[in-house]
């Protein structure tokens, strides 16, 4: 099976609403709530690069997460400009604009990143986030946007 555009941009919006969620505290805080709405959806061999340079895998990923949990009811992502760069069968590039207000573990609290994301299909349906990198959108640009949202 093909990915599907609509199908990468629902994992795209569904993962990014469940961690402003999470941090937020604005859903449950149980592991099997973590685990159905994140884990479950990275891949075992996850590589995450961040803006300023930190490499995450999923262990990684799993504790940071799992000590935040509630701790920023201010915290907001809103995902903008989603492009499906290139699908091949079971793998789609993707980039979009990941903008965060309120972030108090970023080097920049209200920021925008731009982020490459790797997804694949998973041999039992649905879709994993196989490689995430982020870059910081230039100032110029984080400057002139709305942090209302």
Not at 80 to 88: A, E, Q, S, T
Not at 96 to 111: L, M, T, V
Request: charged share 25%; with cysteine.
């Amino acid at each position: 099976m093909t990915l599907q555009t609509a199908q990468i941009e629902t994992a795209i919006h569904d993962i990014h609403d469940f961690f402003t969620d999470w941090v937020g505290g604005r859903c449950p805080g149980d592991a099997e709530t973590f685990q159905r709405n994140a884990l479950d959806r990275i891949s075992d061999d996850l590589v995450a690069i961040f803006p300023a340079g930190r490499r995450f895998g999923k262990e990684d990923f799993k504790g940071y997460m799992s000590s935040i949990y509630g701790s920023n009811p201010d915290f907001r992502i809103k995902i903008r400009d989603i492009r499906v760069n290139h699908v091949d069968g079971n793998m789609a590039v993707v980039n979009y604009q990941e903008w965060q207000k309120a972030a108090k573990d970023s080097d920049r609290p209200n920021n925008g990143r731009i982020t490459t994301m790797v997804l694949g299909e998973k041999p039992t349906g649905g879709v994993e986030i196989l490689q995430v990198h982020e870059t910081w959108l230039p100032d110029e640009t984080v400057a002139t946007e709305s942090f209302e949202f």
